[in-house]
């Protein structure tokens, strides 16, 4: 069975916190990139770059941590 199906046809599964984890680096990353920048006045480039790093670094954390499976 494909576990995306599975996940897709049964929306109360929770899924492994690893994935859970993995899967939402991106908004926690746009999340720390708001809280750390004055929006009113930005530079598009500016924010696209610090928003790379930004991902970056939490991948590099996340890659360090060697989550289990299936804690």
Known sequence: MNTKNFYDQNDQALRPV???TRD???AL???IVVAN???TN???NDLV???YETIGELHH???KLNLP???
């Open 18 to 20: 690893n994935i859970e």
């Open 24 to 26: 939402n680096l991106g």
């Open 29 to 31: 990353a746009v999340q």
């Open 37 to 39: 920048n004055d929006l």
């Open 42 to 44: 930005y530079d598009p």
């Open 49 to 51: 770059e610090k928003l």
């Open 61 to 63: 954390a996340y890659h």
């Open 69 to 71: 499976d299936n804690p």
